[in-house]
C-alpha cells in the first residue's frame, strides 16, 4: 500500500526521531526520508548523534542517490532534498524556503509528486511553519497526513499550523507514531 515514509521537524524533534528511528528494525520494508531542520554550518556529528540507537541504516545521500528500502535519508546540512522520478534523490543548494535550507515544504512536495497515495508524512515539533504547506500537499495528492500531536510537543508552532491548513488523517504522540510506522501496510 505505501512506498514511502517522511518525516519533516525543527525545534523539539530530535529525541523523537530518535525514537522513532530506534522502534524501526533493520529490515523496516520502507525508505525512510527525513527533513529535519539544523545548524548549517555543522558538518558532522548529527548522522552519527541519530545512529547510535537507530534500527536502521541513516543515509546523508548523495546527489542522484538511488531509495531503497530499510534505510533512512537524512537531508544533509544547507542543502534542499527533493525526491524524483525513478526514486532518487536530488540535492540542491537553491534560496532557502521559510528560512530553512532544508525546506521540508520542498522535500515533501516532491516526495508527494512522485509517490502520491503511497506516501505517508509526519510533521513533528518545530519552531516555524515550514512542512505544513508540504504536508497539505501529501494529503492533496492522496497521501497520509499525520501531525504530531502539539500538546507533546516542545515547540508547537509546526505541528499547530500543519493542522490549520490540512485535515490530517492523524493527530499522534510519539508511541502512536512508533506504533503506527512498525505496523503498516506495504
Do not use: W
Not at 497526513?145 to 500538546?151: F, M, R, T
Amino acid at each position: 500500500m505505501y512506498k514511502a515514509v517522511i518525516i519533516g521537524g525543527s525545534a523539539g524533534s530530535f529525541q523523537v526521531i530518535t525514537r522513532i528511528l530506534h522502534a524501526l528494525p533493520p529490515n523496516y520494508p520502507l525508505p525512510v526520508l527525513l527533513c529535519l531542520h539544523r545548524l548549517k554550518h555543522v558538518r558532522s556529528g548529527f548522522v552519527e548523534a541519530l545512529s547510535i540507537k537507530s534500527g536502521i541504516q541513516i543515509i546523508e545521500p548523495n546527489d542522484k542517490e538511488q531509495i531503497k528500502p530499510g534505510k533512512a535519508y537524512l537531508a544533509p546540512a544547507n542543502y534542499h532534498m527533493y525526491v524524483e522520478l525513478g526514486n532518487k534523490i536530488a540535492l540542491s543548494t537553491e534560496e532557502p524556503v521559510n528560512h530553512s535550507r532544508p525546506s521540508i515544504d520542498l522535500s515533501f512536495i516532491t516526495a508527494a509528486q512522485v509517490y502520491r497515495e503511497k506516501l505517508v508524512g509526519i510533521i513533528l515539533s518545530g519552531a516555524n511553519r515550514d512542512g505544513a504547506y508540504g504536508l497539505k500537499k501529501i494529503k492533496d495528492l492522496g497521501g497520509l497526513a499525520i501531525v504530531q500531536n502539539p500538546d507533546e510537543c516542545q515547540v508547537r508552532t509546526m505541528t499547530e499550523a500543519s493542522l490549520k491548513m490540512t485535515p490530517v488523517d492523524f493527530v499522534f504522540n510519539t508511541n502512536e507514531i512508533i506504533k503506527f510506522l512498525q505496523n503498516i501496510k506495504v
